[in-house]
């Protein structure tokens, strides 16, 4: 059971991260396409890419660090102590 639940967090913090890098990615090709359009349609696109699109990406990252976190708390992974790593049987 732990094993399933370990694998399922693993699967989301994958899913999710690679949405918000995808997402990062967008948002630079759209801002890069509204500096070359420039003037009006520009200004509307760079103001649409970042208050419509991009919240939802911001909430991907947070959603697979949560994810994460939970994936390292769950193999009793805790890779910030200062004690040495016990050897699994």
């Known amino acids: 059971m732990r094993d399933n639940i370990e ?3 693993s699967r ?3 899913l999710f ?3 918000a890098i ?3 990615g967008l948002i630079f090709i759209l801002f890069v396409i509204a500096l070359i359009l420039g ?3 520009g200004e509307s696109l760079a ?4 208050s419509t699109i991009m ?7 947070a959603i697979a660090i949560v ?3 939970a994936t390292m708390y769950a193999n009793r992974m805790h890779t910030l102590t200062l004690r040495k790593p016990s050897e699994k049987n």
């Open 7 to 9: 694998n399922l967090l």
């Open 12 to 14: 989301l913090f994958s």
């Open 17 to 19: 991260i690679l949405i």
């Open 22 to 24: 995808s997402g990062g």
């Open 39 to 41: 003037g009006e349609a």
């Open 47 to 50: 103001i649409s890419a970042s």
């Open 55 to 61: 919240p939802y990406f911001i909430k991907a990252a």
């Open 67 to 69: 994810t994460g976190l």
